[in-house]
């Protein structure tokens, strides 16, 4: 897929639904402290390995902060979403796999593998990790994301990801990489 990125402009962002940047004044030890943070939503993520396929699925999309770092900003991600709906983590992430990758998974084959804090220097959200294997029979569209969300997803083969982890030329996302090392530490023994 070829992508054509022309930056318009940066500028300081004095509105967002999605993230409110904020200064918090505390006391540490007896000495006053400042610290900038962002305040964001939560997020779950998911972890799809594809039997018939051997393969993990991903979603690659781009994203302007990477691109500010590396001139490129597409990603190799999990398929994940915010969560900002009134309805279960797992629901979300039944959701999220739907509309990203095209599989519509059913709630009770998503395993839930561990929570953890993203980006704790500045937003700490809270991601939740789940593990779901895919089949052919899941497939029900061609995913890509919903409204202007422009993903494309990516099948790597099983016997690959160990170097693809450590290609430092591929931008990959620190909970892509936990999710592979908790793969291989427990169904590659």
Same mark, same amino acid.
């Given at each position: 897929?070829?992508?054509?990125?022309e930056?318009?402009?940066? @500028?300081?962002?004095?509105? %967002?639904?999605?993230?409110?940047p904020?200064?918090?004044?505390?006391?540490h030890?007896? $000495?006053?402290?400042?610290?900038?943070?962002?305040?964001?939503?939560?997020?779950? =993520?998911?972890?799809?390995?594809?039997?018939?396929?051997? %393969?993990?699925v991903?979603? #690659?999309?781009f994203?302007?902060?990477?691109? $500010?770092? +590396?001139?490129?900003?597409?990603?190799?991600?999990?398929? *994940?979403?915010?969560v900002? #709906?009134d309805?279960?983590l797992? /629901?979300? =992430?039944?959701?999220? $796999?739907?509309e990203?990758?095209?599989?519509?998974?059913?709630?009770?084959?998503?395993?839930?593998?561990?929570?953890?804090?993203t980006?704790?220097?500045? =937003?700490?959200?809270?991601?939740?990790?789940?593990? =779901?294997?895919?089949?052919?029979?899941?497939? $029900?569209? /061609?995913?890509?994301?919903?409204? +202007?969300? +422009?993903?494309?997803?990516?099948?790597? #083969?099983?016997?690959?990801?160990?170097?693809?982890?450590?290609? @430092?030329?591929?931008?990959?996302?620190?909970?892509?990489?936990? *999710?592979l090392?908790?793969y291989? #530490?427990?169904?590659?023994?």
């Open positions: 897929m070829k992508h054509t990125i930056v318009i402009k940066v @500028e300081e962002c004095l509105h %967002s639904d999605y993230i409110k904020k200064s918090m004044y505390y006391l030890n007896s $000495v006053e402290k400042r610290w900038d943070i962002v305040d964001t939503h939560n997020s779950v =993520a998911i972890l799809l390995y594809h039997k018939d396929l051997d %393969s993990f991903f979603v #690659k999309q994203r302007p902060s990477i691109y $500010v770092k +590396n001139h490129d900003g597409f990603t190799y991600e999990l398929c *994940a979403g915010i900002d #709906k309805k279960s797992i /629901e979300i =992430a039944k959701e999220e $796999v739907l990203e990758t095209g599989y519509d998974v059913p709630l009770d084959k998503l395993d839930k593998i561990s929570s953890f804090y980006a704790v220097g500045f =937003a700490g959200g809270r991601q939740t990790l789940y593990y =779901a294997i895919l089949d052919d029979s899941m497939k $029900v569209s /061609e995913g890509g994301g919903i409204e +202007n969300e +422009n993903i494309e997803v990516i099948y790597l #083969k099983r016997e690959e990801t160990l170097e693809f982890m450590f290609d @430092e030329s591929i931008a990959t996302t620190s909970g892509l990489m936990f *999710a090392m908790w291989f #530490k427990n169904y590659e023994k």
